[in-house]
């Protein structure tokens, strides 16, 4: 993916369609998420299909071939995602938080530029749609460590109304 940093952070469209037509059941306190890293192959955009949105799909940006792993470290697929957390108690303000999510003890990962977060759980109206994905700001590495994505503060996205 073509990270350059206009492409941001973005909630998928078509999740946010899903949940509000009861197309999806997605449950952000209960459904297993997982976060999967990328490099910098393609160009990331939340104006996509469901089923180019989701993890694995087999024409879209978010393609194994374009993913980086680290063993069992931080596995094909990626890492589940902990502590879920969908807050609307603040005036104006709709977020979804999850704690900050680490690879295993000795990942040695290279230039991951962005992860895709996604829904592991449910299978329609596709299998493994997509939620967000999230820009890290440039090239992230690490050799024989631990590698963490750390959530913004606001949120892994956040909905101000």
Known sequence: MAWTGTEGSHIFRPFLADVM????AFDLDADSF????YGNTGTPTPNVTSALSAYAAGSSQWVTGNEVTSGAAWPTGGVVLTSLNLNSGTAGVVFWDAADTASGASATLANVYGVLVYDDTLTTPVADQGVCFNYLGGANSVTSGTFTVVWNANGI?????
């Open 21 to 24: 037509g009861n197309v999806a």
């Open 157 to 161: 996205w956040r909905a101000t109304l």
């Open 34 to 37: 997982k976060v999967a890293l």
